[in-house]
């Protein structure tokens, strides 16, 4: 992309309206803007980080064995209804009604719509275990909308749902989830801790939240720092094996890590005193297993191998990807701007031309811009008429992780400099260098 031809549209001035740095740098970078309270545009250069953090929660919830799909975002009050969560969700649901008086909504969430698909389409065990889930917009008319993508109106989330016929099927699948969610953040760059939680509107008894930390969170949150020791870095995960998922997910929930909502303060007290911890969290993600709460309500049953209609036991399965994005910048920036993880980089290397219009810098700038587009290495090239430290304080604010610097000085030399934009250190290298260690930085990432 060159710069000259995209949409981003910077901020000089820094947003009064925005408390926390990720809303602030979202707004300057040209990210986002705001449409209404708590409702969001994502403007060319959030909407490619949106879209990468959409295909990592991809890639590895197929990995993981689960189905994408699609359901809409309106879905009928009647189905609502039949589960009993028409009335108890409150004011957090928006109410519409169509031309034929029919009570509509706006999704804030999927359980009954995925479960009544369920109970039209599957009958035997034998088509168990299943799990389906889908990338959608939500909504929810949050009493305060703020910090905004992380408390967004409407929000992107992931949300699956898995059908098993027993408990103990059920819980592996609770375990699978924590497995790949555990893996999803880690490709995001982030360290997100599963916390015991509170079940909530959505009901059940096992339940964890993954927490981000930082000081910006919303929840309170208290941990044993052994658990920030943790990877699971690139280990060969089958996610069939039942003993395998359950001995990552007690590796990851030994160690102490609660939110204020179960915190003990004596379970609390046993871990070692230097590592006991408290600080602010953002939730991330959630994965309940609530048994049979909807299929009892709703009616969906499965044949067993005994031959009997039993209730199917379920789970669902969130994360929240707007909120991710803004979560990201937290756990990593600078006063300069995002550092973006090079998984999750809008665009993997920036250009910076020093001296436009000269012959041989443009030159070199696109032979350089030619060559990291043919290796798929997605640069943006700073091609417009700016000084070099406008040029640089663009890319350090939009976050790019590395940055090649063009000018005519290193050029008689042969040499352009190379940037990383996490260290700030440079080395001077032939521009056909600085495309191969591009290339060898991302076959890692
Ligand atoms: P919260 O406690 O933050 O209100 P929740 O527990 O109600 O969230 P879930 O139903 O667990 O949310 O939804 C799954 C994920 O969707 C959450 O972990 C969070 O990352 C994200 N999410 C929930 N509400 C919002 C929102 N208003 N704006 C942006 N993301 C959200
Ligand atoms: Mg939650």
């Given at each position: ?63 993981a064995?689960h ?62 275990p299943?799990t ?28 699956g749902y898995n059908f098993d016929?027993s408990k103990e099927a059920a819980l592996h699948a609770y375990n699978r989830h924590m497995v790949s969610y555990l ?11 599963p916390?015991r939680a509170?079940s909530?509107?959505?009901?059940g008894d096992d339940t964890h ?30 996610y069939?094996?039942w003993?395998?998922c359950s001995?990552i997910k007690d590796?990851w929930t ?32 959630q994965i309940f297993y609530f048994g ?21 036991h379920m789970g669902s399965h ?128």
């Open positions: 992309m060159r710069m000259s031809r995209y949409f981003l549209p910077i901020l000089k001035e820094t947003p009064a309206e925005a408390q926390i740095v990720s809303h602030r740098l979202m707004l300057r970078a040209g990210m986002i803007k705001q449409a209404s309270a708590g409702i969001y545009s994502w403007l060319p250069l959030g909407f490619k980080v949106l879209r990468r953090l959409e295909d990592i929660v991809h890639e590895e919830q197929i990995r064995g189905n994408p799909m699609l359901m809409p975002t309106l879905q009928s009050a009647d189905l609502w209804r039949e589960s009993g969560r028409y009335e108890d969700y409150g004011e957090e649901m928006l109410r519409i009604t169509d031309r034929h008086g029919r009570d509509m909504l706006y999704g804030p969430t999927n359980e009954e719509l995925i479960t009544d698909i369920f109970r039209g389409h599957v009958q035997s065990y034998k088509d168990l299943l389906l889930y889908h990338i959608q917009w939500k909504f929810r008319d949050e009493r305060r909308p703020r910090f905004g993508v992380m408390r967004g109106r409407e929000f992107f989330m992931k949300d016929v893996r999803t953040y880690e490709r995001m760059g982030l360290k997100a801790i916390m509170d909530g509107p959505i009901g939240e993954f927490l981000v930390l930082a000081d910006t969170g919303e929840s309170e949150v208290f941990y044993d720092s052994a658990i920030l020791d943790l990877k699971l870095g690139d280990r060969d995960v089958d069939d094996n003993d395998q001995a590796e030994t160690p102490y890590a609660r939110t204020d909502e179960t915190h003990n303060e004596a379970r609390f007290a046993e871990v070692p005193e230097a590592h006991r911890k408290s600080s602010r969290g953002i939730e991330v993600g049979t709460k909807y299929s009892d309500a709703m009616n969906a049953k499965v044949v067993n191998e005994e031959g009997a209609h039993v209730p199917v969130g994360i929240g990807v707007s909120r991710l994005v803004g979560a990201i910048i937290e756990a990593s920036h600078d006063d300069n701007g995002i550092i973006w993880p090079e998984s999750v980089a809008p665009f993997k290397v920036g250009i910076v031309n020093l001296k436009q219009g000269s012959e041989e810098a443009d030159g070199a700038c696109e032979a350089l811009y030619k060559e990291l587009n043919a290796k798929g290495l997605e640069p943006i090239y700073d091609d417009r008429n700016e000084r070099a430290g406008a040029k640089f304080a663009t890319m350090d604010l939009i976050g790019i992780p590395w940055r090649i610097t063009v000018g005519p000085r290193g050029l008689k030399n042969g040499v352009v400099e190379l940037t990383s934009r996490k260290t700030g250190e440079s080395v001077e290298v032939t521009p056909e260098e600085a495309v191969a260690r591009c290339e060898a930085i991302y076959a890692d990432v």
